[in-house]
């Protein structure tokens, strides 16, 4: 019972706010469009629910990305680094990915798309790790560097695609499709996520990389809690000072924080990108990857807690899809933005001044009982 | 009534969890020096916020000169004659003296600071109370001492009549201490009235007219301190009858285990802190480091743990030369450290007990297995240690580091070291902040130690604690051992001496 109670104590601060970004999004549909808000303001909460098991199908295919890139910038919080470059770390792992999963046709069967995967992985694990050797030896911080690194990567990829033959469509101005042997399995959710439009299957587009996602959530969170390593990195990201009183290498924690973050924006480029002709595709424009930043909001809203952070990126899968059912009621797209935004934003940043708030007390009542012991 | 210049009458005061003030009250005469007695956590410090307008009570009632009056900041208490010497002083370090007095009461014609009336007067005062000061210097290049008589002479400037000192003396040499006696003397029989924060006995054996004492939140009594013995007031402070001295065998010394030799270390400034310190400590003997606060003691500690980095010199255990290994090595071969901040280095105040208590041998064999962490172990380990070392805490292994109080987070700390069993233990101002009970007990846990044969480097700024527990003293004077004496040499007016730089200059 008693725990129970802990635990909805501890998960209180998330759902409140996201009852104060619902409700701030619920004054901006006020505003646009009061006829339709409040009709509007049920599609949005009904999420994926508004087109039946396809749309259930694709929040989970939008969610394994910032699942992914949630566990990036949570993992680093725990480690006492802000991960903001998660953004650059996901293209960057995505190009590599694409590329693998264009060119590399020679590997057999499963292998293709592991590989691939793994690349990507790899690759946006090189782009954190170039964070975290700034950071350690240069003493170069994270925020920084890793904003730098956002748009090294960002535009490096539009370069590489545009220089290569393989990988550039054209026409789309976008990457080409990868072969079919690289798209992540369907592992049989496509026979789960479908509506019938007669006797046509309406397949959503989620695949095995959901499964993917939660699997390295409990990989994280293990590797968090049971492990020295990831006592170590609590340790550094809690307190550095003590953590070198008891002998932890500093430097090597904070590298490997970073790398292991960036493998994990990359390994979430992977999975976007690594899909059937129907799925996304790196279109080459001067934008950084959304999926990066809203990390960031599902860290938060997870409260860095890597089960949290599967269940705040459904959420916030859940609210983006369910925003894209809002056009039948005449809300414009740009409006629609606004609104999703609105909540995540809201959401994760109501938490994030509260936390602020918490520790600003907690300051002061330390210094009060300081004075008290009369240290 | 009349007589009285301030009385607090049934203040309480709550804390989260805690009543810090329990229906106390304190009346001040008018020309006195009155005490302020009890151990750390007693609720003298919240006492004393309340009357300078930092905390709101929950009850009761303040009198100045018989009428209520409220205090809501430190202004209201400014604007009613009550100042304050924080312990950790409240000075702009690049202000000189004379800014740093004026500072909030500067005197100005049309926008343009007069520092000439200004100066005017702290000359008058400073020499009136015989408190010797340099207006022009820079507060960074002073004397804490001096630093001391520049928060003595703001609240003068301000004609406060109540001063309230809160632990004055824990900064000064022996010489400095008797100084400033004289001087609260003086400002009394000017007729200025002092609250004397305080829980060193002799000093208000020495100084005060009458002493209040407080435990645990409530008033114990107040007397006058003519006709009331030290052990009277010590029985009152602590609630039982004290043990002043605790027995210490005589034991062998064994063989060096730490050689510190022409150690120096770089300080914040082009000076090294520490210059060219060498000397050894053996099995089975506690070498005391003192000097004031700053000169160089914390930086040898750090460099001997590892935390900082060696210049020149070097540091051998057991023969091995440590002196750029890391810490890791250190703690493996056998050097424990009870940090002076343990708030920064002891404890990761975010973890719980069991995890601060195996943040030295979390990676074990014992606490891991192929680098996964054997939880069920830890939890044994931590509540041995809790048992073993009575570690009080509400959730037992489970409370945060953070919510225990700080003798036991000190003890949590002190366990862990000495569960590693140490060759060598360092200890920095092991009973920092802790009250007489917990003192006691560190104080036996170190010399059991020494009686095991362990080599122990205490570092203190406590004098009574050195003479305690000291085999051998070394005295550190701007990073430069400046005596060596064997204790029973020592006596605290030579040590003052050698701290204050006066005496000395070969080691």
């Known amino acids: ?375 | 009534m009349g007589e009285y210049i301030i009385e607090m009458l049934n203040i309480t005061k709550d804390f989260p969890g805690i009543r810090a003030n329990d229906n106390i009250s304190l009346q001040l005469k008018k020309g006195e020096i009155h005490a302020l007695l009890g151990e750390n956590g007693a609720g003298k410090s919240t006492l004393m916020s309340i009357l300078f307008g930092l905390y709101k009570p929950d009850a009761g009632r303040i009198l100045k000169n018989g009428k209520e009056v409220n205090i809501n900041d430190p202004n209201d208490a400014n604007r009613l004659g009550i100042g304050m010497v924080h312990q950790h002083f409240k000075l702009v370090h690049n202000f000189t003296v004379l800014e740093n007095i004026i500072l909030g009461v500067e005197t100005t014609e049309r926008g343009v600071l007069k520092m000439g009336a200004a100066r005017d007067k702290v000359v008058e005062l400073s020499e009136r109370y015989g408190l010797k000061v340099e207006p022009d210097l820079l507060i960074s290049d002073i004397t804490v001492g001096m630093q001391q008589r520049v928060e003595i002479l703001k609240m003068l400037y301000r004609d406060n009549e109540i001063l309230i000192f809160d632990e004055p003396t824990a900064v000064l040499t022996p010489q400095e201490i008797e100084e400033l006696m004289l001087v609260m003397r003086g400002m009394a029989d000017e007729g200025k009235s002092i609250l004397f924060i305080t829980h060193k006995l002799e000093e208000i054996k020495k100084v005060a007219d009458r002493c209040t004492v407080l435990r645990k939140g409530k008033m114990v009594a107040t007397v006058p301190v003519a006709t009331t013995t030290v052990e009277e007031m010590a029985e009152m402070m602590v609630g039982r009858k004290m043990r002043f001295t605790i027995d210490k065998d005589e034991v062998s010394l064994g063989k060096p285990v730490l050689s510190v030799d022409n150690l120096c270390v770089k300080g914040a400034h082009e000076k090294n802190a520490v210059n060219n310190v060498s000397f050894d400590v053996h099995e089975g003997e506690i070498v005391c480091i003192v000097g004031i606060d700053g000169n160089g003691q914390s930086e040898l500690a750090y460099a001997i743990a590892g935390l900082m980095d060696v210049a020149s010199g070097s540091i051998k255990f057991m023969g091995e030369d440590i002196s750029r290994a890391t810490v890791r090595t250190r703690n493996d071969l056998g050097l424990a450290h009870i940090p002076e901040d343990r708030y920064k280095y002891g404890l990761v105040l975010d973890f719980d007990l069991q995890q601060n208590l195996a943040l030295k041998n979390y990676y074990a064999p014992e606490l891991q297995n192929r680098g996964f962490i054997n939880y069920p172990a830890v939890r044994e380990q931590a509540d041995m240690l809790i048992e073993k070392f009575d570690i009080r805490s509400a959730q037992g292994a489970d409370t945060m580091a953070r919510s225990m109080s700080g003798g036991n987070q000190q003890k949590a700390i002190i366990a862990r070291e000495i569960n590693a069993d140490p060759k060598l233990l360092i200890a920095v101002q092991p009973t920092r902040g802790l009250d007489v009970g917990a003192m006691m007990y560190i104080h036996e846990q170190l010399l059991q130690q020494r009686k095991e044969g362990k080599a122990i480097l205490l570092i203190s700024l406590e004098l009574d604690e050195v003479f305690q527990l000291s085999d051998r003293i070394l005295v550190i004077y701007e990073g430069n051992i400046v005596a060596q004496l064997a204790a029973k040499d020592a006596t605290p007016q030579l040590l003052g001496l050698y701290m204050a730089g006066s005496k000395g200059e070969s080691a």
Request: proline fraction near 2%; charge should be positive; aromatic fraction near 10%.
């Open chain 1, 1 to 375: 019972m008693n725990k129970i109670k802990k635990w909805l104590l501890s998960i209180s601060p998330s759902l409140i706010a996201i009852l104060s970004g619902v409700f701030a999004g619920f004054i901006i549909m006020l505003i646009s469009n009061p006829a339709n808000a409040f009709s509007g303001l049920i599609v949005i909460l009904k999420g994926g629910w508004n087109s039946g098991m396809k749309g259930v199908g694709q929040v989970l295919y939008f969610a394994t990305p910032i699942i992914l890139t949630g566990l990036s910038v949570g993992f680093a919080f725990k480690t006492g680094m802000f991960n903001i470059g998660a953004s650059g770390q996901l293209v960057v792992g995505a190009l590599a990915s694409i590329y693998v999963g264009i060119n590399w046709t020679f590997l057999p069967g499963h292998l293709h798309w592991i590989v691939a995967m793994l690349m990507g992985t790899l690759a946006g694990m090189v782009w954190g790790m170039l964070v975290g050797l700034l950071k350690a030896y240069r003493n170069v911080n994270e925020v920084i560097s890793a904003i730098m690194l956002n748009y090294i990567g960002m535009y490096g990829v539009n370069y590489l695609i545009k220089s290569s033959n393989s990988m550039y469509d054209i026409l789309r101005n976008q990457t080409a499709n990868v072969a079919a042997s690289a798209a992540i399995p369907k592992a049989g959710l496509d026979n789960i996520f479908y509506n019938l439009i007669g006797k046509f299957k309406d397949v959503s587009s989620v695949n095995a990389g959901i499964i993917i996602a939660v699997v390295v959530a409990i990989i994280i969170h293990i590797l968090l809690n049971r492990t020295t390593f990831g006592y170590e990195l609590k340790a550094c990201g809690h307190n550095r000072y003590a953590s070198q009183y008891a002998g932890v290498n500093e430097n090597r924690a904070i590298i490997l924080s970073m790398a292991i973050a960036g493998a994990l924006s990359g390994m979430a480029g992977a999975l976007m990108f690594l899909a059937p002709p129907s799925g996304m595709h790196i279109h080459v424009q001067e934008v950084l990857a959304p999926q990066g930043f809203n990390g960031i909001a599902v860290a938060l809203l997870g409260l860095s807690h890597p089960i949290g952070i599967i269940f705040a990126a459904l959420f916030i899968a859940h609210i983006t899809v369910g925003g894209g059912y809002l056009q039948s009621l005449r809300y414009m797209r740009e409006i629609i933005d606004i609104i999703i935004g609105l909540i995540i934003y809201f959401s994760a940043f109501s938490l994030l001044m509260r936390n602020i708030v918490l520790r600003a007390t907690r300051k002061r009542k330390q210094y009060a009982g300081e004075e008290e012991a009369g240290v």
